[in-house]
């Protein structure tokens, strides 16, 4: 690994200045922060985001592909808290979380119009979004959900950070009415049985509301974490107190809850990984905890092995692993960074070393992780 060089490095990419311009608007201010990322899949974009300025720009030209800046109720405009790329009936559009004085949204934008089409009041602070699907109704594609959730059109979840876990129906089954971020829909929690769902969601959307079901409510301890994994179909969360939750979003039950070797330390980001030629059922999931204190940045990698009752090979040819019967951590890696000043810029760099690392032993049998919480 040591030894790796790159074959072909490009020069820098320069962002178009309308796009430099619009997001050095909100530089000023001490509250925005300038975050972005690329997005999943073979369109080729990257967002960036500062204060209430969103940029949509081309990964590989850096040309401006969308923009748009949002508005508030009152005089203080919103700040983008976190950006999800997402694709429904041919469109492809982004889901916003936005913060205003007021509170959170959820916001659906399409990046085709350069514009919001959907947006819902939300409990909390946005912390992560992640897409589940795009679609809805009982049809085979949507077998893998819950039957609360198969009512739903486009299910998106949510986190924030005071703990809520929210799965919210995006209601793409009608998009007759657009709206702004200036008219959002108000959200309506609930916790009911399944043959309630359709007659209750028919209430909901013609009062104009969307239905949300809540895995977890609020606990004061932050969600800093959201991943859906779709060949285990769990959702897996983690929290600012190093704790990890697996949802299985079948049973929408709670399938694992453990806290990870690195302590008290939150847990920021997920990557699921799964073997070329494993016998078992088996598959990994790496978590990384990460935080600053007094000495520099603390960060840290962690491989959790996942065991499965059966590997399924669907006749749509994806593979589903169902049954999880133990989740173990085997492997952790401590990132220790020095901080390394730089007089001509006035900039903290960071570098890493990587030290010895450490295995734990595999169990002598695997043990089933039994957890009563969730819907019946």
Not at 145 to 166: C, E, I, M
Not at 250 to 269: D, I, N, W
Not at 306 to 311: H, I, P, Q, S, V
Not at 327 to 353: F, I, K, M, P
Request: proline share 5%; aromatic share 8%.
């Amino acid at each position: 690994m040591r030894d790796l060089a790159a074959q072909v490095t490009s020069s820098l990419l320069r962002f178009p200045e309308v796009t430099v311009d619009a997001l050095g608007e909100d530089e000023v201010t001490l509250d925005s922060v300038l975050h972005g990322k690329f997005t999943v899949g073979r369109s080729g974009l990257a967002w960036l985001a500062c204060g209430p300025q969103l940029e949509v720009v081309h990964a590989v030209t850096g040309e401006r592909f969308s923009a748009y800046r949002f508005s508030g109720v009152t005089e203080h405009p919103p700040t983008i808290l976190a950006v999800r790329d997402f694709s429904w009936l041919k469109r492809s559009g982004l889901l916003v979380g936005l913060e205003e004085d007021e509170g959170s949204m959820l916001c659906l934008y399409d990046l085709g119009i350069s514009r919001v089409v959907k947006a819902v009041v939300m409990p909390g602070r946005i912390t992560a979004i992640e897409p589940l699907v795009s679609y809805g109704g009982a049809s085979t594609s949507t077998q893998h959900l819950h039957q609360s959730l198969r009512w739903f059109f486009g299910v998106a979840a949510v986190v924030t950070d005071v703990g809520h876990v929210l799965l919210v129906d995006l209601c793409l089954d009608d998009l007759s009415c657009t709206q702004s971020e200036l008219e959002a829909s108000d959200l309506e929690v609930v916790n009911k049985s399944p043959s309630e769902i359709p007659r209750l969601r028919e209430g909901v959307t013609q009062q104009g509301r969307h239905l949300c079901l809540q895995l977890c409510s609020p606990t004061g301890t932050g969600a800093t974490a959201l991943q859906y994994i779709h060949r285990t179909n769990q959702l897996a969360v983690g929290f600012s107190d190093g704790y990890l939750q697996l949802w299985n979003m079948k049973t929408l039950k709670k399938e694992y809850h453990s806290q990870l070797e690195g302590g008290r330390v939150p847990v920021y980001a997920f990557t699921f990984q799964e073997p070329e030629n494993d016998p078992r059922n088996c598959c990994y999931l790496w978590a990384v905890q990460s935080a600053q204190d007094h000495e520099g940045d603390v960060v840290s990698l962690h491989l959790l092995q996942l065991a499965f009752g059966e590997r399924k090979c669907l006749t749509s040819g994806k593979i589903l692993y169902e049954g999880l019967e133990y989740c173990e951590e085997r492997y952790s890696q401590d990132l220790n960074g020095t901080r390394v000043s730089s007089e001509s810029s006035g900039h903290q760099h960071s570098a890493a070393q990587l030290p010895n690392h450490r295995e734990v032993p595999a169990p002598p049998r695997p043990r089933r992780q039994h957890e009563r919480s969730g819907f019946t």
